[in-house]
């Protein structure tokens, strides 16, 4: 499978915890970047996951610790967010992109908090299903 693929099947995951369609939902992406620790893009699966979230009719905030000003320059229609929390406000869903170590230490509770619909698609698997089910996250 390659990127495409990866990134289609990601959406797919979304679009099934919402009837179907992203259209006019909004998807926070936290990291953009092609691992942790690293502002390159290069190949990073945020590229064609953001294409497929926007082409499926998704709004999207995104951030990054350290990839932003990489990202603005290859993705348009998004907006960048000074923070994880920040990118979260009023998301209908959130997607976990890439494993930073700060990610893996979100305050659940706060975050819950400040989305329209506490939904998190964890594609890097820093969160066990069950602790963030008893946080309220479908």
Known sequence: MDK???ALADTLRAMALFGGTLRGKTVAVLGLTFKPNTDDMREAPSLALITALQDMGARVRAFDPVGMSQAQAL????TYCENAYDCAEGADALVIATEWEQFRALDLDRLR???ACPVIVDLRNIYRPEEVC????A
Do not use: I, P, T
């Open 4 to 6: 495409k693929e990866f």
């Open 75 to 78: 993705m348009k229609n998004v």
């Open 113 to 115: 908090d400040l989305m």
């Open 134 to 137: 008893r946080f309220g996250f």
